[in-house]
């Protein structure tokens, strides 16, 4: 689950994550809490830039079931 890997990330993991997904910590942490939902573009660089570690269906079962 996202949440767990992204807890298990330092800062500074965090902020370069957040760039390789042409995204923000912020934006990244409201998605970890569930506060917003990775749309479908996002899911998949999550799943990309992380090797597969963050899957792309957990994050939206609706478009890649």
């Known amino acids: 689950m996202f949440s767990n890997y992204w807890q298990s990330l330092s ?3 965090k902020e370069q994550l957040a760039k390789s997904t042409g995204t923000t ?3 990244l942490r409201h998605v970890a809490t569930g506060f ?3 749309g479908a ?3 998949s660089k999550l799943h990309e830039a992380t090797g597969g570690k963050v899957n ?5 079962p609706d478009y890649f079931a």
């Open 25 to 27: 910590v912020s934006y």
């Open 36 to 38: 917003h939902k990775a």
């Open 11 to 13: 800062p500074e993991e």
């Open 56 to 60: 792309k269906a957990e994050l939206r």
């Open 41 to 43: 573009k996002l899911a």
